[in-house]
């Protein structure tokens, strides 16, 4: 990734006071799997710290600490809702374990066509797949631009008076390419209490 932040602070000078002001990239991986899809799922519209729990009671629920397919096809949907999640996301989570995506074909497939292969399933819209792409397929030129947390930062770091919208996070980031996902990691990073900032 050196290479990444070399090139990152090159091209952009106020990403480049934020990289120094966070530190080492240190992003973290998970599997392409249907668990990290449901995941990304229980995270929507809810707090890390809420979805977090929400998550985990849900990995405890299925058994073994692993959440499949059959294992969240095992569980009703009265277990799903004492572990915290709303009907809605339910009926997202049994769909798609009914459904299987190709998890395997993905990491051969072009950006464009894993989302639009993820955003085909019920509940799983853009930002969704772009998370999938960043932190399941390591993709290192995804921009989430629609993300609030990424337009929050963007604000903060370049002094828009605004949240800007996601085009003009979609402009300022043109000139991040090939390694936006880097770009991203570092604005959200920024905006967490111990970012040094």
């Known amino acids: 990734m050196r290479k990444a932040v070399v090139a990152l602070k090159s091209v952009d000078p106020v990403l480049g006071d934020v990289i120094d002001r966070v530190g080492p990239y240190r992003i973290r991986y998970l599997e392409p799997n249907f668990e990290t899809l449901v995941k990304s799922i229980v995270y929507q519209q809810l707090s890390g710290k809420v979805a977090s729990t929400i ?3 849900l990995q405890q629920a299925a058994g073994d600490g692993c959440l499949t397919p059959e294992a969240a096809l095992r569980l ?3 277990q799903m809702r004492s572990v915290g999640l709303s009907r809605q996301k339910i009926d997202y989570i049994r769909d798609i374990a009914s459904r299987t995506p190709r998890f395997d074909s993905m990491r051969r497939m072009p950006d464009d066509e894993v989302i639009r292969e993820l955003t085909g399933l019920k509940g799983v819209g853009v930002w969704t797949a772009h998370m999938f792409l960043m932190f399941a397929l390591r993709r290192q030129d ?9 337009r929050a930062a963007v604000k903060r770091a370049y002094g ?3 949240l800007p919208k996601p085009s003009e996070v979609d402009q300022l980031g043109e000139k991040w390419r090939p390694h936006r996902t880097v770009a991203t990691w570092y604005l959200w990073r920024s905006q967490e209490p111990n970012a040094n900032l």
């Open 55 to 57: 998550f985990g009671r």
């Open 76 to 78: 009703t949907p009265a």
């Open 142 to 150: 995804v921009l989430p631009s629609g993300d609030l947390g990424l």
């Open 160 to 162: 828009f008076a605004e």
